[in-house]
Nanobody, 122 residues
């Protein structure tokens, strides 16, 4: 059984910072891309940032220069450092990973965390 567990959300004022972490556990052969998505009330889930197994990153235009995604392949974790937060960053943040489980290593599958709330007050 593969699990993604997020931590680090909370309430912060405009201009503040938060750090989100996600740990992957279970019978894993390898992890390909890891990413963070978010969903604001009444809106669709959107990609915030993605990091490949090789460390290449890409970001949504709205967070470029403010957010940094990183991963620790030895620990199977991904982190999102969020700085200069704005009220429009408010939403539920979800960890996502493309994982090849040990029992089916040839076919990667998408796994999601349960989500963590980030609220930025004005």
């Amino acid at each position: 059984q593969v699990q993604l567990v997020e931590s680090g959300g909370g309430l912060v004022q405009t201009g503040g910072s938060l750090r989100l972490s996600c740990a992957v556990s279970g019978n894993i052969f390898s992890i390909d891309d890891m990413a963070w998505y978010r969903q604001a009330p009444g809106k669709q889930r959107e990609l915030v940032a993605r990091v490949t197994s090789g460390g290449s990153t890409n970001y949504a235009d709205s967070v470029k220069g403010r957010f940094t995604i990183s991963r620790d392949n030895a620990k199977n974790t991904v982190t999102l450092e969020m700085n200069s937060l704005k009220p429009e960053d408010t939403g539920v943040y979800y960890c996502n990973a493309e994982i090849r489980p040990s029992y089916n290593r040839h076919i990667p599958a998408q796994y999601w965390g349960q989500g963590t709330q980030v609220t930025v007050s004005s």
